[in-house]
C-alpha cells in the first residue's frame, strides 16, 4: 500500500503570493509546498484521491497521474475542493462518473457550489457521482473508515483506508484530539497529520498536538501536513523523533 503526498502546504502555500517564504529556506526544494491533496494505491493499483486541492492539475502532472478510482473529500474549504474541475480529464473515457465521497454536509455545500460537476450541464456529462459516506465501507478494493475531527467551528473528516494488510489515516484541519480520532486511527501503519506551525492555533494542529496524536494513537509512522512558512523542512525534520516524517510535495512512502 503507497501513500503519494500531492500536496503539503496550508492555504496559501509556500512561499505565499509575494514571494514570502517566511522562515523556510527557498534554496530547500521541500519547502516548496502546494495545498493539500494525497493519492492512496493498493499493490493491485487501485487508487483513491482525497481532496481536489486548488494546485490539483499541477500535481497530478507531477506525479503522473491519470486516473483514479474514487475522490474522497474531508470538508468544503476553498483549499481543498477548488480544484475539483482538473478532475475533468480523469473522467474521459470513462463508462461512467467518477465515484466520489464525503459527509452529508460536506455533500451538500459542494452540490451548491459545483453543480455541474455532479449534474452535468449543456449537454456535457457528470464528471462525479457523489454520495455520503454513512452507508460506505468498501471500495475499489480498500476497506474504508471514517470520523468527524473538530475543525475550530465546523468538522473535517478522517479517514482510514486498509488494503493489503496494511492502513493509512488521513487526518488534516482538526483543531482537537478526540476519542473518535484515537480509536480511528488506533495502530494505523502511516498517520498523516496536520501540522500547521509550532505555535497552537484554534483551527488547525500545532507541532505538539500532532505528535501527541500519533503517539496517543500508537502510528507506526507519523507525516506532518499542512505546514505554513515558519516550517523549515530541514530545521523541523531535526526536531522530531525518528518515526516521525516532514511531509513534502511528491512524497512517497509504502506501509
Request: some cysteine; charged content about 25%; hydrophobic content about 35%.
Amino acid at each position: 500500500m503507497k501513500l503519494i503526498m500531492l500536496g503539503s502546504g496550508t492555504s496559501t502555500g509556500v512561499p505565499r503570493i509575494g514571494n514570502d517564504w517566511g522562515e523556510c529556506d527557498p534554496e530547500e526544494p521541500r519547502n516548496r509546498r502546494t495545498r493539500v491533496s494525497i493519492i492512496v494505491e493498493s499493490d493491485q493499483g487501485s487508487r483513491l484521491l482525497v481532496d481536489t486541492s486548488t494546485d490539483l492539475r499541477q500535481q497530478l502532472l507531477a506525479n503522473n497521474i491519470d486516473r483514479v478510482d474514487a475522490v474522497f473529500w474531508t470538508h468544503d474549504h476553498a483549499d481543498h475542493c477548488h480544484g475539483i474541475d482538473d478532475l475533468r480529464p480523469l473522467r474521459y473515457g470513462r463508462s461512467g462518473a467518477i465515484p466520489a465521497f464525503g459527509s452529508s454536509h460536506t455533500v451538500q455545500r459542494l452540490r451548491q457550489r459545483f453543480s455541474y460537476v455532479f449534474a452535468g450541464q449543456y449537454g456535457y456529462p457528470s464528471i462525479c457521482e457523489i454520495q455520503a459516506l454513512e452507508s460506505l465501507r468498501m471500495h475499489a478494493g480498500f476497506g474504508v473508515a471514517w470520523t468527524e475531527m473538530p475543525h475550530g467551528p465546523i468538522t473535517s473528516t478522517g479517514y482510514r483506508f486498509e488494503a493489503d494488510g496494511k492502513s493509512i489515516g488521513y487526518a488534516t484541519d482538526f483543531s482537537e484530539i478526540t476519542d473518535g480520532m484515537l480509536s480511528l486511527f488506533w495502530k494505523v501503519d502511516i498517520l498523516v497529520s496536520d501540522c500547521l506551525r509550532r505555535d497552537p492555533h484554534p483551527t488547525h494542529a500545532c507541532l505538539g498536538t500532532a505528535l501527541e496524536f500519533g503517539e496517543r494513537c500508537r502510528a507506526g509512522k507519523i507525516v506532518l501536513t499542512h505546514l505554513d512558512k515558519s516550517m523549515d523542512y530541514r530545521t523541523l525534520s531535526g526536531e522530531v523523533p525518528d518515526n516521525v516524517v516532514v511531509g513534502y510535495d511528491g512524497l512517497v512512502l509504502r506501509a
